[in-house]
């Protein structure tokens, strides 16, 4: 199987029995030895089951379980990628398979991306939007940055295997796709105060799939396999809609720079790691208030941006679109996740750091970048 110059999705399937047809799509294009990248957990919700599929296709299969770090998580550090790297042959294998959720995937897609090998994507939670990206955030020396990647050649979610997810990964995806109510503002906002490209059919893509989660919480909460389909559809749907983009803007705004200090601070602690999704969650509710105090109450970290005394009424038009701080956090409540710092375990300290700091880790104009420079 070669893999394209451009990356081109060959394949997507959500449905009941999809590893039986990802082995068949591996067997069809010629694939004869192919590893599978896995941790422990992800294995035996779907990899053990892969493995005898591809087996029973006539397909060889190698093995790579990821090996936690020191702080008992699965990482996508250099570690992680060397030990899925030396296990690449240039000559011999076709393709590797990334069986779990967003860490498996990120390491999987960087190392196809140096060793010139496809990837096979198979979730085994509906707990991130990045399946399908062409960037993988990776932590090198203790700091998360995005490397360029590829994305699948094609994607297999079987629903058997997504219904079954901890509650935690299944609210965890919810609290991403939530996320996407500061994302949007912050791309328009970005668009305003900096002419950052902006993209109407791209950001109505993102805000129709936002909006089909939020419909249907309940049955998210429930993991029911409605629920679970709308959930894993919206996410994959995020997932394009930023490879459409080019960026990550329509998805990622100041919410994701929280969750990405609160990392790379309990990275440097030696803590376990959060889970990506309930990080944006929760930040998600805390950037929606500190936006709406600022936009409506006055109340600022320091003075008033002047992109508030030229735009105020603007900005105030498109804040009335993203729920308040209370709406969020019992949103995230009915999807059966965290909704607060201390369920999260973010400490007072950390919190007003990240609030002060984090808009420094990338370079958008956000509104919150805008409320810290004023």
């Given at each position: 199987m070669n893999i394209p110059g451009e990356y081109v999705l060959d394949r997507m399937v959500l449905e009941k029995g999809a590893l039986k047809q990802a082995a068949f799509y591996l067997k069809d294009k010629g694939s004869r030895d192919v590893i599978l990248a896995a941790d422990a957990?992800?294995?035996?919700?779907?990899?053990?089951?892969?493995?005898?599929?591809?087996?029973?296709?006539?397909?060889?299969?190698?093995?790579?379980?990821?090996?936690?770090?020191?702080?008992?998580?699965?990482?996508?550090?250099?570690?992680?990628?060397?030990?899925?790297?030396?296990?690449?042959?240039?000559?011999?294998?076709?393709?590797?398979?990334?069986v779990g959720s967003g860490t498996i995937h990120d390491i999987v897609r960087y190392v196809c991306y140096k060793t010139g090998k496809p990837f096979v994507s198979v979730p085994t939670a509906p707990s991130v939007d990045g399946f399908t990206?062409?960037?993988?955030?990776?932590?090198?020396?203790?700091?998360?940055?995005?490397?360029?990647?590829?994305?699948?050649?094609?994607?297999?979610a079987d629903v058997d295997v997504l219904t079954k997810a901890p509650q935690q990964l299944v609210a965890a995806g919810f609290?991403?796709?939530?996320?996407?109510?500061?994302?949007?503002?912050?791309?328009k906002f970005s668009h305003l105060a900096a002419q950052e490209p902006y993209d109407k059919e791209v950001a109505d893509m993102t805000e129709k799939a936002l909006r089909a989660c939020v419909e249907h919480v309940d049955e998210i909460g429930?993991?029911?396999?409605?629920?679970?389909?709308?959930?894993?559809?919206?996410?994959?749907?995020?997932?394009?809609?930023?490879?459409?983009?080019?960026?990550?803007?329509?998805?990622?705004?100041a919410e994701h720079h929280l969750s990405h200090f609160w990392e790379m601070e309990y990275?440097?602690?030696?803590?376990?790691?959060?889970?990506?999704?309930?990080?944006?969650?929760?930040?998600?509710?805390?950037i929606s208030r500190l936006y709406h105090d600022a936009a409506f109450r006055g109340v600022y970290p320091g003075q008033e941006p002047e992109m508030l005394k030229k735009h105020g009424s603007q900005v105030r038009e498109w804040l009335d679109e993203v729920p308040g701080e209370a709406d969020i956090r019992s949103?995230?409540?009915?999807?059966?996740?965290?909704?607060?710092?201390?369920?999260l375990g973010i400490d007072d300290g950390l919190f007003a750091d990240s609030v002060?700091?984090?808009h420094r880790l990338r370079d958008r104009h956000t509104l919150l970048r805008a409320l810290n420079e004023a």
């Open positions: 957990n992800t294995y035996e919700a779907a990899g053990r089951k892969l493995e005898e599929e591809l087996g029973a296709a006539g397909v060889t299969v190698r093995l790579c379980l990821i090996e936690p770090g020191a702080s008992g998580d699965v990482v996508a550090d250099e570690t992680s990628l060397l030990q899925l790297l030396i296990e690449v042959n240039p000559e011999t294998t076709d393709a590797v398979i990334a990206s062409k960037g993988a955030p990776l932590i090198v020396r203790g700091v998360k940055k995005t490397f360029p990647a590829i994305g699948p050649v094609a994607i297999f609290g991403d796709m939530l996320g996407k109510y500061t994302s949007l503002f912050d791309w429930k993991r029911t396999e409605e629920g679970i389909r709308i959930l894993m559809t919206s996410l994959i749907e995020s997932g394009i809609a930023m490879l459409k983009f080019g960026q990550s803007h329509p998805a990622s705004g990275l440097r602690r030696g803590s376990r790691a959060l889970l990506h999704g309930a990080k944006v969650g929760v930040a998600c509710a805390e949103l995230l409540q009915r999807a059966g996740g965290p909704s607060s710092l201390q369920e002060r700091e984090a």
